[in-house]
C-alpha cells in the first residue's frame, strides 16, 4: 500500500512499537504477541495488527512477532537505518536544549550545522559545533547534504529560517515555533507544539477538578 494512503496516526504509532520493541528485545525476549504490543502501547491487537500490515507481513499466527526483525524492519520503514544529517536553527534555551539532546544522535539524527541571526553568538561554539549565520543556512546545508531541518526561532524568525532551509534542499521540517509555515508542496512540516499541549493537559485536569 503507498504510504499517502496509509493512516497519519498508523505512522505515527511505529515510533511507538519501535520503542517498546527495544525494551522487550534489551530485556532477552524474542518473541512478542500483538496482546503484549497492544498492552504496552495503550492499544487494543487489533489496531496493532492493522497498523503493521500496512507496512508488511511480519507476524507468524500463534506464534507473533520475532521482536529483533520487527525492530529492524520498523527501523528501515522509518528511513532510521542510515545517519540522517541534521541543521538545527535557533540557538537559545530551547535550541541549546535539543542540541544537547542525546537521544538525537541515538536514533541516527546527526546535528550538522546551527544557525542564528543574533551576531553575540554567531562564531561561538555549542557542543563542538560553530554557531553559523543565519543568512548562510541554504549555502552551508547544501556543502553538508541535509535534508533536516529543526527550527527553534521566535515565531518572527521561523519563516525565514523554513525559506533558507528549503533553498538549500531541505525536505522535512521539525517546528517548535508557534506559528503554521508556509511551505511550497513536498516539503513535509512536523508542528511540536509544547504551550498546546500542556494547555490541553491543563483542561483535562481542569475537567477532573484537578487544578
Not at 507496512?55 to 528511513?79: C, D, E, N, W
Amino acid at each position: 500500500m503507498e504510504s499517502y494512503k496509509i493512516p497519519k496516526k498508523s505512522v505515527e504509532r511505529l515510533s511507538i512499537y519501535k520503542r517498546i520493541l527495544k525494551v522487550i528485545m534489551d530485556a532477552g525476549f524474542t518473541t512478542v504477541s500483538s496482546r503484549e504490543l497492544a498492552e504496552r502501547a495503550g492499544l487494543n491487537s487489533a489496531q496493532v495488527r492493522k497498523d503493521l500490515v500496512y507496512f508488511g507481513q511480519f507476524g507468524t499466527p500463534g506464534m507473533g512477532y520475532q521482536v529483533s526483525m520487527l525492530h529492524r524492519a520498523i527501523t528501515k520503514i522509518m528511513g532510521l537505518h542510515k545517519k540522517i544529517p541534521v541543521a538545527l536553527t535557533g540557538v537559545g534555551n530551547l535550541g541549546q536544549a535539543l542540541l544537547a539532546y542525546p537521544g538525537f544522535k541515538e536514533r541516527g539524527f546527526i546535528i550538522e550545522a546551527i544557525f542564528d541571526n543574533d551576531h553575540e553568538k554567531v562564531g561561538k561554539k555549542k557542543n563542538g559545533l560553530k554557531i553559523l549565520d543565519e543568512k548562510n543556512i541554504s549555502s552551508e546545508i547544501k556543502k553538508k547534504k541535509v535534508r533536516v531541518g529543526i527550527i527553534a526561532t521566535p515565531p518572527s524568525a521561523a519563516q525565514f529560517a523554513a525559506n533558507k532551509l528549503i533553498e538549500g534542499g531541505i525536505k522535512g521540517i521539525l517546528n517548535f515555533a508557534p506559528i503554521e509555515l508556509k511551505v511550497p508542496s513536498g516539503i513535509t512540516v512536523v508542528n511540536v507544539a509544547l504551550c498546546e499541549k500542556l494547555e490541553m493537559l491543563s483542561y483535562y485536569l481542569s475537567k477532573r477538578k484537578l487544578l
